[in-house]
């Protein structure tokens, strides 16, 4: 079974009733499974985890949108987050059996079906952009809602789907189709913020380190210590245990040691395997001997699985 | 959901299309799912993994059984591998969800069962041992089918259900709970097969080394290297990670490096994870943060998942 999921930014983190309703209109849906919630009031957003089939996660989206767009409105609304919309952003990521071309296709139609239905404009981000500067979702959100009319009115910032205008009280929605995206902070047994920040200058991308990397250091004042805060934008190219080797290696050049490490959120379970795969050197081993996934491949035939369509090794 | 693996070892490794037959009775119980089938022609034997509810897990236990005592003799039977019956073994294993109580349980509800209907002696091995010498599978099969009749007279061999002489051509079975066995192959940049010996008897429980390894050092001659071949069964409490470590460190003692290494077999997960979390000093990471793990959980409520059992971070 293919699975998808879904983690839209909502511009609403403050009344937990409307946030409630907002889940139940995603849990009600058949064959959309809710995985986690999560609301910042001084952000003013809340996140929604949620997975299922392509058309189980469109149904559960557009419901979403109804809600959303019927009760928020962005002319009233202030946090610290940057956001365009009354639901900000949908991003939609491949699970083990989907592919990002699935995403990018689901990504386009429920992008159509939003500016059809609720006249909203849709801008489409990352793996489904249409145009380059649109990949990054920094460029689209850039101005924020109360900058969009005048935005909208440039030739480059013509929505994907729907008016060239903003909606009055919703504003324009970002839909696309990324990877996974890991957050690992590293944390360090010293104070020394410049350390910590060194360490970050070294392994970022931007500044000339690992390609799927963004980092930076900060304090951890109620511990005392200080971390390298990590974004991986694609585990699969820029592996966690290679990041954490460098982090290890560049933190000795200063002669400080690791303390511990964290992973934030809901983290894919090949990174895990890739991990194991690279410290125990299992270089013929795959995801296919996990026997969880094994197990829910055969669940997901969804029928018991035939002895026929399990290979017999000797 | 209860997940219990079922891993049954029969007394028939040569003739194909009676192991298909097995394999189907297997994948044609309801709720069961076929993960595996391997056969191996000079063990003359059979192994299945399967998966399912305890109540499904007895059902295809019952028709294996049915269709095994049906056709195969034991005095017809000749393999390298030691046996004691035409289901020689039948070993339950707790999944993510289920405890080795359930497993226990479901030993003594499927060997009660196995003794009635067919008149097959049980004998209850490893967790759900009820009596201490009976615990090792091999104390067990030791004197194998031919020596059986002699052995069953003794009363310390009074089987734990059915009658007290061997089933004609069936033999007897031993059913039980244990743990998850995970056999683990580590191959060294070396052909000196003493020091994949040492390092075997290093690691090993029996002289000396880590509580829950079993371990021999043997040549890979098609390779022109060494191994250290090992079963671990308790990974939870023996984890791989520390068996690699310490197995490199002795290496180290010979001048000699580690190749790769392998897992045989399909894996639980959290060996995985646990992996993970030991290398990458994950410290506060459990496996509810793996997203296939929440995903599986969600879809075992049936339904898809209410708001109300997500928890709620903020």
């Not at 410049?194 to 250091?217: E, P, Q, T, W």
């Not at 934030?264 to 050197?281: E, N, R």
């Amino acid at each position: 079974m293919a699975l998808i999921e879904c983690i839209p930014n909502i511009s609403e983190g403050r009344d937990a009733a409307l946030v409630d309703r907002f889940a139940h209109a995603v849990a009600r849906t058949p064959g959309v499974y809710l995985l986690d919630r999560s609301s910042d009031i001084s952000h003013h957003r809340s996140v929604l985890t949620f997975a299922g089939t392509a058309d189980a996660v469109a149904v559960a989206v557009l419901a979403l949108f109804e809600q959303a767009v019927a009760t928020i409105d962005l002319r009233q609304h202030h946090g610290v987050h940057p956001r365009i919309g009354a639901i900000d952003v949908v991003p939609f990521v491949p699970l083990e059996d989907a592919s990002m071309d699935d995403c990018i296709a689901l990504a386009r139609r429920v992008g159509t079906e939003v500016a059809t239905r609720w006249h909203v404009p849709v801008y489409l981000y990352e793996e489904a952009a249409m145009q380059p500067h649109r990949r990054p979702l920094e460029q689209i959100r850039k101005g924020q809602f109360e900058g969009l009319a005048e935005k909208m009115r440039k030739d480059e910032w013509q929505p994907d789907f729907g008016p060239a205008t903003p909606h009055p009280s919703a504003g324009a929605s970002a839909i696309g189709a990324r990877m996974p995206l890991i957050a690992y902070n590293i944390n360090l047994a010293t104070d020394r913020l410049d350390v910590a920040r060194k360490i970050a200058a070294a392994v970022r991308h931007s500044s000339g380190g690992l390609r799927f990397v963004k980092a930076m250091g900060v304090p951890l004042a109620d511990r005392g210590i200080v971390q390298v805060s990590m974004n991986l934008t694609d585990y699969r190219r820029t592996p966690i245990a290679r990041v954490f080797e460098l982090v290890k290696r560049e933190a000795a050049r200063y002669g400080v040691t690791i303390l511990d490490s964290e992973l934030i959120g809901l983290i894919p379970s090949d990174a895990l395997v890739h991990t194991a795969q690279y410290y125990l050197q299992l270089d013929a081993f795959s995801s296919s001997h996990v026997l969880e996934s094994r197990l829910r491949h055969a669940m997901s035939l969804n029928a018991p699985a035939s002895p026929d369509n399990v290979k017999q090794p000797l």
